[in-house]
């Protein structure tokens, strides 16, 4: 079946160096979402990603989807306390009912403050 | 607000026993999802579900069961069946687009049930 593999699975950085986590893919994805996920509490979808090579950004946040659209990745410049969490990408199911999503396992971001 | 609401955030089985847990949108959509979460194992889809009176097995659904009997409800039994049901259990729910009749909307989670065993 489907899968979709994150990398790393924890990333502990200094307040205010740069964070990146990267999504794979084994099939192509329609399109890509992203959600992240604070200590204790519930997933929240950031953004969605569909066209073959597109980047957007929010505020520090940087989003890509690659040419192939079997991959994606979250930039994070300048982090802050407040990005620490875990962030999830996922793509919907490439085979069968096109209704259910297919979540990495998650990257995990700790900052130093 | 809209929003899902899940209940209760704490749960605990005893042996043997089966334990229903609750989730209610006023979301007005039409698919909603079960996940289950482990430590370093990311969400795993239970069930789903497109429609009322509809649903179908995700990927762990074994010693699990759900109803679809209302839009707005979709209840989860954990049974005696699921021997290692400690975990944190979240429900979501999404806009189903017809026309694309794909997934791409995004998912709109509850804040979740703890349960672990006595």
């Known amino acids: 079946g489907q899968q979709v593999m994150q990398i790393p699975q924890y990333q502990h950085v200094q307040e205010g160096e740069d964070f990146t986590t990267y999504c794979n893919s084994s099939t192509t994805l329609s399109n890509i979402q992203w959600y992240k996920q604070r200590p204790g509490g519930h997933p929240v979808f950031l953004i969605q990603?569909?066209?073959?090579?597109e980047v957007k950004k929010q505020k520090r946040l940087t989003f890509q989807f690659g040419e192939a659209k079997k991959n994606s990745s979250l930039h994070i410049t300048a982090t802050q306390t407040t990005d620490v969490g875990t962030y999830f990408c996922?793509?919907?199911?490439?085979?069968?009912?096109?209704?259910?999503?297919?979540f990495g396992k998650g990257t995990l971001l700790t900052v130093n403050p | 607000d809209g929003g899902i609401t899940q209940s209760p955030k704490y749960l605990f089985r005893k042996e043997g026993q089966n334990v229903t847990l609750s989730c209610e949108q006023n979301?007005?959509?039409?698919?909603m999802y079960w996940y289950r979460q482990d430590p370093g194992q990311g969400l795993r889809l239970i069930y789903y579900s497109q429609i009322v009176n509809d649903f179908q097995k995700g990927d762990i659904a074994e010693g699990y069961s759900v109803s679809r009997e209302k839009k707005e409800s979709f209840p989860l039994t954990v049974t005696s069946a699921q021997k290692n049901p400690t975990a944190f259990y979240l429900c979501?729910?999404?806009?189903?687009?017809?026309?694309?009749?794909?997934?791409?909307?995004?998912?709109?989670f509850g804040d979740g049930t703890r349960l672990s065993i006595l």
């Open positions: 996922a793509g919907p199911n490439s085979g069968g009912s096109n209704y259910k999503l297919t």
């Open positions: 979301l007005n959509h039409d698919a």
């Open positions: 979501a729910s999404s806009i189903v687009s017809v026309l694309l009749g794909r997934v791409d909307q995004p998912q709109h």
């Open positions: 990603l569909v066209k073959s090579g």
